[in-house]
């Protein structure tokens, strides 16, 4: 970016004040690019020249590019040759490639277009610039509707004005050569309304003129230009607003990816045994490390208490085998943690919730209900059959 600006200073001094010295600052300025296309070109591989999101820079990169060094390499050790080694004149007129020549140097102007990728990497003014552009797409209508308004007008002022309706007949000269015509009227309206009223300083002479030309200046500049500026700023505004959340989304999802990274890290270094589960015990003892707890608060942007409520949210009762080290301490089962399911709660506790994710909330709800049925059964027969045991005659 900052090589590009420099490059716009340097093409506006090459103009106003020219040397030698350029010459030799546009090969360095072409070195520079010339290297960066080719990193550029060697990192994305065949998507260089295919990838929509950047094929059209790329294009207009390498058109500028190539013909910089036709114009700055090329073009000079063609005419050493010519001259050196064929013994012929290279002058403008005698040489066989003033034409490509010319073509060059007007292809040098397409340089001005970096400035645009220079906009690009300034994301308000890319916003300004996507704005516009959008803009663009919308004032169609209202230029279909100008037109229609300046045809309209042309017509009624070459009848009325033109023609001498309102001179009975008898137009004064002046007028005649102004709205004399359709076309004439079109192009003297026009010129009206974007402010010059010099068109219609013979027909103001009178009352009726006049009244013709306050009509027509409510009718095109207050209203039509009220319209157009307000189709042109609502777009920029929904476009800018637009590209500000797409910018922001994208920001967002790197930052959840970093986050999510780092605490796939931290529970690695936790996870001893490498099976992607944390037990209670685990979870404890990396909340009570205070550097472990700082890194996993700052990951997470949860404070310890939300910590240990999200551990008893995510984590499932896990058997463990008696002969097990921690079956002493936690009986035949644990909590368990499968640090994955945090990371995935954490890359979408943000989002809001769609249909899907209410089904599926309603779904476990309905299997959670379904397991509390059964053991409710389960421990009820076990119970009535214990009844029904202590009841029978001799026990």
């Given at each position: 970016s900052c090589v590009i600006a420099v490059n716009a200073v340097v093409m506006s001094l090459e103009l106003d004040y020219p040397g030698p010295v350029w010459t030799w600052v546009e090969n360095a300025f072409l070195v520079i690019y010339l290297t960066e296309l080719c990193i550029r070109a060697k990192r994305q591989g065949y998507m260089f020249f295919v990838s929509?999101?950047?094929?059209?820079?790329?294009?207009?990169?390498l058109v500028i590019i190539v013909g910089g060094v036709f114009d700055l390499w090329m073009q000079p050790l063609i005419h050493l040759f010519q001259s050196a080694v064929l013994g012929q004149e290279t002058g403008p007129k005698n040489s066989n490639l003033s034409n490509i020549t010319s073509l060059l140097k007007m292809m040098r102007i397409l340089r001005v277009l970096r400035l645009v990728k220079l906009?690009?990497?300034?994301?308000?003014?890319?916003?300004?610039?996507?704005?516009?552009?959008?803009?663009?797409?919308?004032?169609?209508?209202?230029?279909?509707?100008?037109?229609?308004m300046l045809y309209a007008a042309a017509i009624f002022w070459t009848s009325l004005v033109?023609?001498?309706?309102?001179?009975?007949?008898?137009?004064?000269?002046?007028?005649?050569?102004?709205?004399?015509?359709?076309?004439k009227s079109i192009f003297s309206l026009f010129k009206l309304m974007n402010g010059d009223t010099e068109v219609v300083e013979a027909v103001t002479q009178t009352v009726f003129g006049q009244l013709l030309f306050v009509c027509f200046m409510v009718l095109s500049n207050w209203a039509i230009l009220a319209i157009l500026t307000s189709v042109v700023s609502d777009n920029m505004i929904s476009v800018s607003a637009q590209a500000q959340e797409e910018d922001d989304a994208v920001e967002k999802?790197?930052?959840?990816?970093?986050?999510?990274?780092?605490?796939?890290?931290?529970?690695?270094?936790?996870?001893?045994?490498?099976?992607?589960e944390i037990s209670a015990e685990e979870w404890r003892d990396m909340l009570q490390d205070k550097g472990l707890l700082h890194e996993l608060c700052d990951a997470t942007r949860l404070k310890e208490r939300d910590l240990e409520?999200?551990?008893?949210?995510?984590?499932?009762?896990?058997?463990?085998?008696?002969?097990?080290?921690?079956?002493?301490?936690?009986?035949?089962?644990?909590?368990i943690l499968h640090y994955d399911a945090l990371i995935e709660h954490i890359r979408s506790?943000?989002?809001?919730?769609?249909?899907?994710?209410?089904?599926?909330?309603?779904?476990?709800m309905q299997a959670l209900e379904l397991s509390i049925e059964k053991k409710v059964e389960a421990s009820l027969e076990r119970k009535f059959q214990q009844f029904e045991a202590s009841a029978r005659p001799g026990n």
């Amino acid at each position: 970016s900052c090589v590009i600006a420099v490059n716009a200073v340097v093409m506006s001094l090459e103009l106003d004040y020219p040397g030698p010295v350029w010459t030799w600052v546009e090969n360095a300025f072409l070195v520079i690019y010339l290297t960066e296309l080719c990193i550029r070109a060697k990192r994305q591989g065949y998507m260089f020249f295919v990838s929509l999101d950047t094929i059209l820079w790329n294009y207009l990169d390498l058109v500028i590019i190539v013909g910089g060094v036709f114009d700055l390499w090329m073009q000079p050790l063609i005419h050493l040759f010519q001259s050196a080694v064929l013994g012929q004149e290279t002058g403008p007129k005698n040489s066989n490639l003033s034409n490509i020549t010319s073509l060059l140097k007007m292809m040098r102007i397409l340089r001005v277009l970096r400035l645009v990728k220079l906009l690009k990497t300034i994301k308000p003014l890319y916003r300004l610039m996507l704005g516009v552009v959008e803009s663009l797409k919308a004032m169609q209508w209202v230029m279909v509707l100008t037109l229609l308004m300046l045809y309209a007008a042309a017509i009624f002022w070459t009848s009325l004005v033109g023609k001498g309706l309102m001179y009975n007949g008898d137009p004064p000269e002046e007028v005649v050569d102004v709205f004399g015509s359709v076309p004439k009227s079109i192009f003297s309206l026009f010129k009206l309304m974007n402010g010059d009223t010099e068109v219609v300083e013979a027909v103001t002479q009178t009352v009726f003129g006049q009244l013709l030309f306050v009509c027509f200046m409510v009718l095109s500049n207050w209203a039509i230009l009220a319209i157009l500026t307000s189709v042109v700023s609502d777009n920029m505004i929904s476009v800018s607003a637009q590209a500000q959340e797409e910018d922001d989304a994208v920001e967002k999802a790197a930052e959840d990816e970093a986050r999510c990274a780092r605490l796939l890290t931290l529970f690695k270094e936790i996870d001893d045994d490498q099976s992607g589960e944390i037990s209670a015990e685990e979870w404890r003892d990396m909340l009570q490390d205070k550097g472990l707890l700082h890194e996993l608060c700052d990951a997470t942007r949860l404070k310890e208490r939300d910590l240990e409520e999200l551990f008893s949210y995510l984590a499932v009762d896990v058997a463990v085998d008696p002969s097990n080290r921690h079956s002493a301490r936690h009986g035949h089962s644990e909590k368990i943690l499968h640090y994955d399911a945090l990371i995935e709660h954490i890359r979408s506790d943000a989002e809001p919730a769609d249909r899907r994710s209410v089904l599926r909330m309603l779904s476990r709800m309905q299997a959670l209900e379904l397991s509390i049925e059964k053991k409710v059964e389960a421990s009820l027969e076990r119970k009535f059959q214990q009844f029904e045991a202590s009841a029978r005659p001799g026990n």
